[in-house]
């Protein structure tokens, strides 16, 4: 029956229509902006047949949600028939089935935007092998060598956790495979936006301060080529930690900017830590288990601009004092952190109850004290709507949260929403530069420093650091006349700067001619 319910309210609504008067018609058509979404994970039921998303469907507008974030590139293997990742090899339906075509027809049918929830460093998890012999884990995980292998790694020596493998951030050739992966999903699918999991290292550290991860041999050679050291830095070294981050924060900015080439409009999420108490009481952001443990710059990412929206993983116990506590200090500092983005709060549905998850969303979308409100809420899972689901069932608890959230003085969706816009894709004011360093041999000058300086337009002076591909890229520059110039190495000459314009919404090209080596 709740498969058909929202097709029986649609033909309620047509034959009481002559009753309605024009305002709330008005209403309706202009409902407020506000995000709400659920977490569709790929290790559950949910996309794996036609039926099973039409359930979903139904389950979504029961909460009058608007946005799907659909678990589509799992560890690298694809819920997909035309990604550059090999399609998973999960028990969905047979091709031709493709559970993303699927959602997105029918989601977009009913009105819900869908967001591809890609995992970025999670390469396998299972002791058997995937199938495809194109998947990353047979081509770059314990059976390749050398620069081949892009496996990350612990200071002792670890790989795999139990049979979790990561991959390094720090290696080049991994964040070109991520990059270009994630465009062809853009690129092949209508989807409204890239959700990003696990763009971070990997958890398991010793220590709360700093991460034992980052240890794969072509990533060390790196940092010590930037550094001009020669040791292999411990893991509490703040000059390799900052490092580590910036690997991450360069891997976002060149997916941010590789989406806006492909397609401006297409929105780029991700799911961000939250783990222990928020900056009030650590002593700020960068005291944070977020920024000194996975070396997750999330903040940062929105102050720059390479980030449409953060849905930061609030997964908290409402009924735990201290995780209660945890749960309204992140939520404060995700509101206030917002800036010109947008940041959406996702606790845990599955560690509260029904009544404990509505005071959450409430608490979610309430005002901070500097008068600052989240962008909206996602659920935290779709397959696990409350932590009563093992005695009462799955579908009971889904029924009775739909109920919490729509029905009721304390209701938080008691109307519908849309979701919020992005005035800086829409209708940009400012436009992004890309380019590449290399040698004429194609050896990228890795590390290089660029440049942007304002010749006929607003702000000032921009620097950065050409990633291990001799990419660069500066996102959210104003209109107008620049010089981009390079720091040359020592021994490498050729043409250090460049004239560029940008213009509004369009990324600009600093085509730098070639380098030469010195003998």
Request: charged share 20%.
């Amino acid at each position: 029956m709740r498969r058909f319910l929202p097709i029986l309210l649609a033909c309620l609504g047509l034959l009481c229509g002559g009753l309605a008067t024009a305002g709330p018609a008005q209403a309706e058509d202009n409902p407020p902006e506000q995000w709400r979404s659920y977490w569709v994970d790929a290790f559950n039921e949910g996309i794996y047949t036609p039926d099973q998303v039409s359930t979903l469907i139904d389950d979504a507008l029961a909460v009058n949600a608007n946005a799907l974030i659909v678990q589509t590139a799992r560890r690298y293997d694809c819920f997909c028939n035309r990604a550059q990742y090999p399609r998973t090899d999960a028990a969905v339906d047979p091709a031709p089935y493709d559970p993303l075509d699927e959602v997105i027809a029918q989601a977009h049918a009913a009105g819900l935007e869908v967001h591809a929830w890609v995992n970025v460093n999670t390469m396998w998890n299972s002791t058997t092998p995937p199938r495809s012999a194109d998947h990353v884990f047979n081509r770059h995980g314990p059976s390749a060598t050398g620069a081949d292998r892009w496996l990350n790694r612990k200071a002792d020596g670890t790989e795999l956790v139990g049979a979790n493998a990561y991959v390094d951030p720090g290696h080049p050739d991994a964040v070109e495979y991520i990059v270009s992966a994630i465009r062809s999903i853009v690129r092949e699918y209508d989807v409204d936006g890239i959700n990003l999991d696990y763009i971070r290292y990997p958890d398991g550290s010793a220590q709360t301060t700093h991460s034992d991860w980052g240890y794969n041999e072509v990533s060390v050679e790196r940092f010590q080529r930037a550094t001009g050291r020669t040791d292999v830095p411990e893991p509490a070294d703040q000059q390799w930690s900052d490092w580590r981050r910036d690997q991450v924060t360069g891997l976002v900015r060149r997916i941010y900017l590789g989406i806006w080439e492909t397609d401006p409009q297409v929105r780029l999420s991700m799911d961000a830590i939250t783990y222990g108490f928020g900056p009030q009481t650590t002593g700020g952001w960068e005291t944070t288990r977020t920024y000194r443990e996975v070396l997750q710059d999330w903040a940062g990412w929105l102050d720059e601009g390479i980030m449409d929206t953060v849905v930061a993983m609030n997964y908290k116990r409402d009924w735990d004092q201290d995780q209660a506590r945890m749960y309204a200090e992140w939520s404060e500092f995700l509101a206030d952190s917002q800036g010109d983005r947008q940041a959406v709060n996702g606790p845990a549905l599955y560690l509260n109850s029904v009544s404990d998850s509505v005071r959450q969303a409430n608490l979610a979308l309430a005002p901070t004290a500097a008068g600052n409100t989240a962008a909206g809420w996602s659920g935290y899972s779709y397959a696990n709507p409350s932590m009563d689901v093992p005695e009462q069932g799955r579908e009971a608890e889904q029924d009775r949260l739909a109920e919490a959230l729509t029905n009721g003085p304390d209701a938080p969706f008691a109307e519908r929403a849309a979701v919020p816009g992005m005035p800086w894709k829409e209708a940009p004011e400012e436009g992004h530069i890309t380019g590449a360093l290399t040698l004429r041999d194609g050896t990228p000058l890795d590390g290089a420093e660029v440049t942007l300086t304002p010749i006929f337009a607003a702000g000032g002076e921009r620097t950065l650091r050409a990633d291990g591909s001799g990419w660069f890229g500066f996102a959210h520059v104003d209109p107008g006349l620049y010089l981009a110039r390079v720091d040359l190495p020592r021994g490498v000459v050729g043409v250090p700067v460049v004239p560029l314009k940008v213009g509004r919404g369009g990324i600009a090209e600093a085509d730098f001619p070639a380098f030469h080596a010195l003998p």
